[in-house]
C-alpha cells in the first residue's frame, strides 16, 4: 500500500477517489474524520490521505491523476481591457481606468 496524494481538503481527496474508483484502481482515503483532533496533533498528520491498495497499482494511479488535472480547464484569473489594455483581476467586471465592460 503506496501514499498517492495528501490534501488539506477532503473533498479534493474524495474526488480523486472517485476517480480511481471509477478506473477500477483499489485505493482508500485515510484521516477522513481526523479534523476533530485539530489542536491536539500536528495538522500536518491530520490531512486526509489518498492510498493506492496494491503497490502494482501506483504507477498507473499516478499516471491516471496527473493526466486527469492536466486536462482539467483552468480558470482565468486575469482579464485585459479591450479599449485601453488595462489587466484586471477576475472579480472586476469592468475597467477601473475607462469603466469599459468586460468582453
Same mark, same amino acid.
Given at each position: %500500500?503506496?501514499?498517492?496524494?495528501?490534501?488539506?481538503?477532503? *473533498?479534493?481527496? &474524495?474526488?480523486?477517489? $472517485?476517480?480511481?474508483?471509477?478506473a477500477e484502481i483499489?485505493? %482508500? =482515503?485515510?484521516?477522513?474524520?481526523?479534523? %476533530?483532533?485539530? !489542536?491536539? =496533533?500536528?495538522?500536518? $498528520? =491530520?490531512?486526509?490521505?489518498?492510498?493506492?491498495? @496494491?503497490?502494482?497499482?501506483?504507477?498507473?494511479? @499516478? /499516471?491516471?491523476?496527473?493526466?486527469? &488535472? &492536466?486536462?482539467?480547464?483552468?480558470e482565468n484569473t *486575469?482579464? /485585459?481591457?479591450?479599449?485601453? !489594455? &488595462?489587466?484586471?483581476?477576475?472579480?472586476? /467586471?469592468?475597467?477601473?481606468?475607462?469603466? @469599459?465592460?468586460? *468582453?
Amino acid at each position: %500500500m503506496k501514499k498517492l496524494y495528501v490534501s488539506q481538503s477532503l *473533498i479534493d481527496v &474524495e474526488s480523486r477517489k $472517485e476517480l480511481l474508483d471509477q478506473a477500477e484502481i483499489p485505493c %482508500m =482515503v485515510k484521516n477522513q474524520r481526523s479534523a %476533530m483532533l485539530g !489542536g491536539e =496533533v500536528p495538522f500536518v $498528520e =491530520v490531512f486526509p490521505e489518498l492510498w493506492v491498495l @496494491q503497490d502494482k497499482d501506483f504507477e498507473r494511479a @499516478q /499516471t491516471f491523476l496527473k493526466d486527469w &488535472e &492536466e486536462a482539467r480547464p483552468r480558470e482565468n484569473t *486575469i482579464w /485585459t481591457c479591450s479599449k485601453c !489594455g &488595462e489587466i484586471h483581476q477576475k472579480e472586476f /467586471t469592468s475597467c477601473w481606468k475607462c469603466n @469599459q465592460g468586460r *468582453i
